[in-house]
């Protein structure tokens, strides 16, 4: 089996033994890391490490997985995009400002790599919250653009498209 296909198995693995959903819509969360690698895949410039950590990319922040278990299961490269994908922010670091400056100064020194995984990260996300929460998405596109200034080393085609649904959002909201 690829490390691909493990790494899916692996994820999907992680996010049911906590029972997690995605938020607004109730689907099992590995829909999620899917729909992130599907936006990845077509512009990897490391295809086999980088489709295999977007699919593991919350499994360390969302599940009791480890990044030495990351490490051990898929190898150092896996588990160095893993990491740089995961916000190292916790509840005791303050509101929820003052920890995503600590997650964006953390993306700030990822790999292209890392933020090209983000940027799909912020593309699906974005798509779901827009759609189900009207009030929250304000902060977390607020948040996101704020994001995209140190996500410019991303692929530029995914670095585009979360720019346009940024600004389109920022556009619509103002009218």
Known sequence: MSIVNQASYFAAGAHAAVGQKRKYTGEDY?????????????????????????????????????????????????????????????????????????????????????????LADVIDNASSIMLADASFAKVYMTEKRELLKVLTEGHPVLFAKAKEMVDDYFEETSL
């Open 30 to 118: 590995i829909h999620h890391p899917a729909r992130v690698v599907a936006l990845v895949r077509p512009v990897a410039r490391k295809l086999t490490t980088m489709t295999a950590a977007a699919w593991l990319h919350d499994v360390v922040e969302d599940t009791k997985v480890t990044i030495e278990q990351i490490e051990q299961h898929f190898g150092e490269e896996v588990a160095a995009l893993v990491e740089q994908l995961t916000d190292p922010s916790v509840p005791s670091d303050g509101n929820r400002a003052s920890r995503r400056a600590i997650d964006r100064e953390h993306t700030s020194r990822a790999s292209p790599e890392a933020k090209t995984i983000k």
